[in-house]
């Protein structure tokens, strides 16, 4: 229906992930290091109502210098409507890039997203408008620049999304334990969002017509 009504347009297509944080958890630099092998600490099997409270799904990182807990809300955002059209929910520390080819399809003409996506291969038909990245032996041109501040422009309206959900919803935290639980509950922010978004479009219509 969005898409008839010339909401949803397709013509371009922006990615990006956000950190969403969960309640940190107090462990020992032991027991961190078996979550991440994939182990569960023997101590905590052996006292039930500890380890419901433990989320071993859950990864720490680091971004510059914030130090995250949690979970990442990976978004596919039509960059007219701003209405998000694909999610993925993974852990904290996996990388942007690592959900970004699947976000893709037929119906889509133009990839935008930041230069930590650079490389990442897309289908013919979509037209690759990631930001380029310069190196210390190879800076960007001038041109370069200037094209990544023409993509730009519209990559950042992918903000205005997750600044909405930070700002108006108070949404980008969960209080649950584990990746199922978390990726509904983030499902259901991102489908609020939208209704959201899709009120404020309603109203500026009205206010046209």
Request: contains cysteine; hydrophobic residues 30%.
């Amino acid at each position: 229906m969005l898409e008839e009504r010339g909401i949803i347009t397709h013509k371009g297509t922006i990615v990006d992930a956000t950190f969403v944080d969960a309640p940190r958890q107090r462990n020992s630099r032991d027991e961190n290091k078996q979550i991440k092998d994939g182990e569960i600490p023997e101590d905590w099997e052996k006292k039930p109502h500890k380890m419901y409270q433990k989320d071993t799904d859950a990864r720490w990182t680091k971004k510059g210098d914030e130090t995250h807990f949690g979970y990442k809300d990976h978004v596919k955002v039509d960059s007219d409507s701003k209405l998000i059209l694909e999610y993925a929910v993974t852990s904290a520390n996996v990388h942007d890039s690592n959900e970004f080819e699947d976000f893709f399809n037929e119906k889509d003409e133009a990839a935008y997203a930041d230069s930590a996506y650079v490389g990442k291969e897309l289908s013919e038909h979509v037209k690759n408008e990631v930001c380029e990245k310069g190196y210390r032996s190879k800076p960007l041109t001038a041109e370069q620049k200037e094209n990544n501040r023409r993509k730009s422009k519209i990559r950042c309206r992918i903000e205005h999304v997750f600044g909405f959900m930070t700002m108006s919803m108070n949404g980008l935290t969960v209080r649950s334990i584990g990746l199922r639980r978390a990726a509904f509950n983030i499902g259901l922010t991102n489908l609020v969002y939208n209704l959201c978004r899709y009120s404020i479009i309603q109203r500026k219509e009205l206010a046209k017509g």
